[in-house]
């Protein structure tokens, strides 16, 4: 069993600020971005919360620096570090964590990935179908986790309401319109529509 499961996150890469200085923390995502300064590498580590750029220099750790080497983009990461304070010209007011950058003494590769379809960040410009082809990849971009995470709290709230007004939900099967994807449809025949069918996904 890897050690990285015994490893628990302490922050979310979008949490941390200029408060945070000094401390250490653990922190997991994708890779963004990889640049390699002359021999000081800085990678983007992104999760649904935001971004963190993560440093690896010779000096903190070797081990970690040869492997951060190998980084490519969306490989998927777990990083101890201390938060440090960006040195003077590399603040980025962009980024609600530009003013600080971890740097780290312990990198794991949780998992590498394959050179992406497309360009992450350059979603708009992307075809619809080879998004869709991709669904996975399209999950990761934050315009539309930022919409499922709306529609889960929106829901929430109502479910929360009605809670407190003792009402109980109760899930019952729902016939609608087919879709072409997921697992095969249970088919209802229409008894006014001859021919066409509802479907119990």
């Not at 087919?178 to 449809?185: I, K, M, N, Q, V």
Request: glycine share 6%; with cysteine; charged share 25%.
């Amino acid at each position: 069993m890897n050690k990285i499961m015994e490893w628990t996150r302490t922050h979310y890469c979008g949490d941390l600020r200029i408060e945070n200085v000094d401390q250490e923390v653990v922190l997991m995502g994708w890779c963004q971005t990889r640049r390699d300064h002359g021999g000081v590498i800085f990678v983007d580590l992104r999760d649904y919360t935001g971004i963190s750029q993560i440093v690896f220099k010779m000096e903190i750790s070797e081990t970690s620096h040869v492997l951060a080497d190998s980084i490519r983009g969306e490989f998927v990461l777990a990083v101890k570090g201390k938060v440090a304070h960006r040195i003077e010209g590399n603040v980025n007011p962009k980024l609600p964590t530009g003013e600080i950058e971890i740097l780290v003494e312990t990198l794991e590769i949780l998992n590498k990935s394959e050179t992406p379809p497309y360009v992450l960040e350059n979603r708009e410009n992307v075809d619809e179908k080879l998004r869709l082809t991709y669904r996975f990849l399209d999950l990761r971009d934050s315009t539309l986790q930022n919409n499922l995470m709306l529609r889960s709290q929106s829901l929430q709230i109502v479910r929360n309401y009605f809670t407190s007004q003792r009402f109980f939900e109760i899930e019952t099967p729902i016939l609608t319109k087919s879709t072409p994807e997921g697992a095969r449809d249970y088919l209802v025949p229409s008894r006014v529509n001859p021919g066409l069918f509802f479907a119990l996904p």
